[in-house]
């Protein structure tokens, strides 16, 4: 099954890019921890990965590569490469247009990103006194090129899944993560302020852009994609591409809005909004490596069979993303929920990052904890409406998602402060995932399969037997957490491997699993 190999490959090279953005982030908390300069930060690079995902990643790509696939098909890779060439000119022309307004614009646009960020000029920058506030402005000008690169650079890659060349396009994020720990490397040899740091790690991010589209455009090269820059036009395939991505753009900004508006609560509560991306960056780890790869590798495989005909094959695709999905998500999922304080432990406190600051992230990663399922199952099932040229019902069904999460996040705000955000995010989620499967199972889309429903409820006894063991390990290694961070990582990482043997064994007992998946796997 290709399906396996290619969430293989992205699942690995995404959990390297993964990893590394672990050390990236163990780095920030020993040389920021989680005070109002980290907070800056975070605020400054919201913005530019804020838009990418609405222009790029999710929207653009949602509608660009069941079209290009189509071309691809019936016409073509010549005729595709002279759609994906318009579509090139088209997102050039308007991500530039944005990027630059939010240049002009940006003192008084991130109000709507950081609005609690201090305002009282106390941190020293190297060349002068900034604010909070004023650092994230500034922070956020110097990232904001980044925008325009990452989102070329993700056209570029769903080329290439169109293509089954999996590889470099999912290697290209590990570019940014070596770019900004180069930075922190040199960090400890050149002392520069706090403030100082901040702003090489913006410039960093708009490097790293430069390596990361310049990578993907010569592997589209080696793969004999042969792109031209183009004047903007409306083309028919420009139009049918609009029809599709304004929903999906839609969608995504319903839900990144969202995110931004969260994140603007949490900037009204000290240190909340570097509390919850520390717990986001680690809920985000089994998120990009199961969710997120699944997602990129069936959205090619479900279009291409659903364009033969083969509505049965893409019923089945859908039934075994799902259980993939499931047998690697529930254990994560347990594991964070029973032991958060552990691993933000282990992997955060030291340096700057205090035991009170492991103590709110870990209340924030035990709230996130509770919707990754409905995170990784959202980016399994959304595929199954673009594969189909349906971009808007995931935009209603997202918007009602948006719709909970704010109302809720800041009533639980102003109730238990920032966690309750996160609480609210996974609310809303499972919010999604239930209107999701429900229009997929009333449209005959999807039908679970007597495997899937045979192997759930092994896969979750498994977890929970496996969640029962590391919490007793948790709290019997937590005091030998001593701030070393080769001591700690070790003890991370006995805990850790301990849990994933006990439930491959488990789960292989309860036959959430067998030896004749084992041969396949071995076998691809």
């Known amino acids: 099954m290709k399906l396996i190999k290619s969430t293989a490959i992205i699942g690995i090279l995404t959990l390297l890019s993964r990893v590394l953005g672990l050390i990236r ?32 990643e999710g929207a653009f790509n949602a509608a660009f590569v069941p079209l290009y696939a189509r071309k691809v098909e019936e016409e073509g890779e010549e005729q595709a490469d002279r759609f994906a060439s318009e579509a090139f000119a088209g997102l050039l022309f308007i991500v530039a247009v944005l990027v630059v307004l939010f240049e002009l614009t940006m003192p008084w646009t991130l109000n709507l990103f950081g609005a609690g960020l201090g305002r009282e000029a106390n941190i020293q920058a190297g060349f002068g006194m900034l604010s909070s ?34 590889a470099v396009a999912a290697f290209v994020p590990v570019l940014l993560n070596i770019v900004l720990i180069s930075i922190f490397i040199a960090m400890m040899k050149a002392n520069w302020s706090k403030a100082q740091l901040v702003l090489y790690l ?21 793969a004999g994609v042969k792109i031209k820059l183009l004047r903007p ?107 958060p304080e552990f691993l933000v ?46 971009t808007k019902t995931p935009m209603y069904y997202a918007g009602i998602s948006a719709v909970v999460n704010i109302v809720l996040g800041y009533l639980l705000f102003l109730k238990v402060g920032f966690w309750g955000l996160a609480l609210a995010t996974s609310i809303a989620g499972w919010v999604n995932v239930f209107f999701l499967i429900r229009t997929l199972l009333r449209n005959g889309n999807f039908s679970p399969d007597t495997r899937l429903l045979r192997r759930l409820p092994p896969i979750i006894l498994a977890s929970l ?60």
């Open 345 to 390: 432990g282990g992997l955060f406190e030291r340096g700057a990052f205090e035991a009170a600051d492991t103590q709110a992230t870990g209340t924030a990663l035990r709230m996130f904890a509770f919707g990754l399922p409905a995170f990784v199952l959202i980016k399994v099932l959304t595929p199954a409406f673009f594969a189909r040229e349906n």
């Open 465 to 524: 037997f496996m969640g029962a063991a590391v919490w007793y390990l948790a709290n019997y290694f937590t005091p030998m957490l001593a701030g070393n961070i080769v001591k700690d990582y070790i003890v991370l990482g006995f805990v850790s491997l301990v849990g994933f043997l006990l439930y491959a064994v488990v789960a292989f007992v309860f036959k959430a699993y067998g030896f004749e998946d084992l041969r396949y796997v071995l076998k691809k």
């Open 233 to 339: 036009r409306m083309t028919p395939g420009v139009k049918r591409l609009l029809t599709l991505g304004v929903p999906g753009i839609l969608a995504a900004g319903i839900t990144h809005i969202n995110i931004m508006v969260s994140h603007n609560i949490s900037t009204m509560q000290a240190s909340g909004a570097s509390w919850l991306n520390y717990a986001d960056r680690l809920y985000q780890l089994p998120l990009g490596m199961i969710g997120i790869a699944m997602g990129v590798a069936l959205l090619p495989t479900l279009s291409r069979r659903l364009r033969s005909g083969d509505e049965q094959g893409a019923k089945t695709s859908l039934n075994r993303a799902m259980e993939i999905a499931a047998f690697l998500t529930m254990p994560a999922a347990t594991a964070l929920v029973v032991m």
């Open 202 to 222: 913006c410039t960093g991010m708009s490097a790293s852009g430069i390596l990361q589209l310049s990578m993907i455009v010569w592997a589209c090269r080696r």
């Open 133 to 166: 506030y004023g650092l994230a402005v500034l922070g956020a000008q110097i990232t904001m090129p980044y925008l325009l690169l990452i989102s070329l650079t993700a056209m570029f890659s769903g080329i290439l899944n169109t293509r089954h060349r999996f």
């Open 25 to 56: 982030d163990t780095l920030s908390a020993t040389y920021l921890g989680a005070g109002p300069i980290n907070d800056a930060l975070v605020t400054a690079y919201k913005i530019p990965n804020t838009f990418r995902r609405i222009f790029a």
